[in-house]
């Protein structure tokens, strides 16, 4: 099976005046878990649960990205979705903004229409069923957040849900 690969990556330009535990607070394994997981109820898959492999390997992954904040997928065996924004940028906050791809997704011909959809479909993938997601502050004052997915998900020719 080959895996559809997404060409554009998003950055969201966002300013965050939030308090630092606040923020802390929006970036929790739960908070990453509540959204992924109500987007999946919408369209009836099972929730994804917190997997401490996929954290270890998306903190690796974001901490490489300080320096530059260059958003370029890690290549990895995962599924993956990344974000950057400035400022204080939550986790919760980088997986709602994935979900507004969600208009552009057509169930009934299986694809993207006007825009990117690839995070979307990642997210309510039905065989995913782990997740890990980490963030890493930038030396030039973004966030970097990424999400991992096992299994992988953006099957050619398969259907998210």
């Known amino acids: 099976m080959k895996m559809r690969s997404s060409n554009l990556v998003f950055t969201i330009f966002l300013t965050f005046s939030t308090l630092s535990s606040i923020s802390l607070a929006q970036s929790s394994p739960e908070d990453f ?16 649960s917190w997997n401490a492999t996929l954290v270890a390997y998306a903190q690796k992954y974001a901490n490489s990205k300080i320096r530059n904040c260059e958003m370029e997928h890690s290549g990895g065996p995962y599924g993956e979705n990344l974000a950057e924004g400035y400022g204080e940028m939550t ?8 979900l507004t791809e969600k208009p552009d997704y057509d169930h ?4 993207c229409v006007n825009d990117e959809c690839l995070h979307y479909t ?4 039905r065989d995913s069923v782990h997740l890990g997601c980490a963030r890493a502050k930038c030396t030039n004052g973004w966030m970097f957040v990424i999400c991992n997915y096992d299994p992988p998900g953006n099957i050619d ?5």
Not at 122 to 125: F, G
Not at 157 to 161: F, K, S, V
Request: zero cysteines; glycine letters at 10%.
């Open 33 to 48: 878990l509540q959204v992924h997981n109500q987007a999946r109820g919408d369209v009836g898959v099972p929730p994804l």
């Open 91 to 98: 986790g919760s906050d980088a997986v709602k903004f994935w």
């Open 108 to 111: 009934y011909s299986n694809s």
């Open 122 to 125: 990642q997210i309510v993938w």
């Open 157 to 161: 020719g398969e259907r998210p849900y």
